[in-house]
């Protein structure tokens, strides 16, 4: 069965420093990864996918991830974090449809 | 702004009764998704259309019914309301259905059952 996990349920970071978010996944066949964000009471924001080609995926906001078929991994990366990158992010796995399967989630918080 | 519009925003019911709400997608996008935020859960795929036809179920409930128009546009009724149906509910759109396709999703309707 598909799944996703993300391991960090909360990380906080000072501003200007870098960011490493987990994902890891389990799914058969080819997987399309994506990486979204929420801000408090908005709705999800796709940051970048990655479906095929380069492994390494650039995104909005300076974020990029890099897909690691033998580790299972999608993890988000930022080289130097931003008091507005305060938010939930969402690691996602897309099924055969098209139907996205969510981690759990990992809220970032931003220390000044 | 994705382009996908829901509504309400908000809505406030009381048990056993029954909502319907509604999602407009992006011009053109011919899938609609449905998902459901609550915090034991998380993120929660329900159901998707495309075109006007089901396309997949996940994790729906039988109380749970959706429906997509010939204008594309695209309801979820909830009936039996219980106090664990509480959650926020997101609509997304895409062009097609293929996996690779990035879905947009609207602001969500948070329902609130008392």
């Known amino acids: 069965a598909q799944s996703v996990t993300q391991p960090d349920i909360h990380i906080t970071v000072s501003e200007g420093a870098s960011l490493e978010l987990r994902c890891n996944y389990s799914?058969?066949?080819?997987?399309?990864l994506f990486w979204y964000v929420q801000s408090p009471g908005q709705g999800l924001q796709l940051l970048l996918k990655?479906?095929?080609?380069?492994?390494l995926v650039q995104g909005i906001k300076g974020f990029e991830a890099e897909f690691k078929r033998s580790q299972s991994s999608f993890n988000l990366r930022k080289p130097s974090v931003h008091w507005s990158d305060a938010a939930e992010y969402f690691c996602?796995?897309?099924?055969?449809?098209?139907?996205?399967?969510f981690g759990q989630g990992t809220t970032l918080q931003v220390k000044p | 702004d994705s382009g996908v519009t829901q509504t309400p925003k908000h809505l406030i019911t009381a048990t056993g009764q029954r909502v319907t709400l509604r999602c407009s997608p992006r011009?053109?996008?011919?899938?609609v998704y449905w998902y459901q935020q609550s915090l034991d859960q998380g993120l929660q795929f329900l159901i998707q259309?495309?075109?006007?036809?089901?396309?997949a179920k996940g994790n729906i409930l039988e109380r749970f019914s959706a429906q997509q128009f010939p204008d594309l546009h695209s309801e979820l009724n909830l009936s039996s309301l219980e106090l664990g149906d509480s959650a926020l509910y997101f609509c997304?759109?895409?062009?097609?259905?293929?996996?690779?396709?990035?879905?947009?999703f609207g602001p969500g309707t948070r329902l609130l059952v008392l």
């Open positions: 997304a759109s895409s062009p097609d259905s293929n996996p690779w396709e990035t879905q947009y």
């Open positions: 799914y058969g066949a080819t997987p399309y």
């Open positions: 990655y479906f095929s080609g380069d492994t």
């Open positions: 996602a796995v897309s099924g055969n449809t098209g139907k996205l399967i």
């Open positions: 011009s053109g996008d011919l899938s």
């Open positions: 259309y495309y075109n006007g036809e089901e396309r």
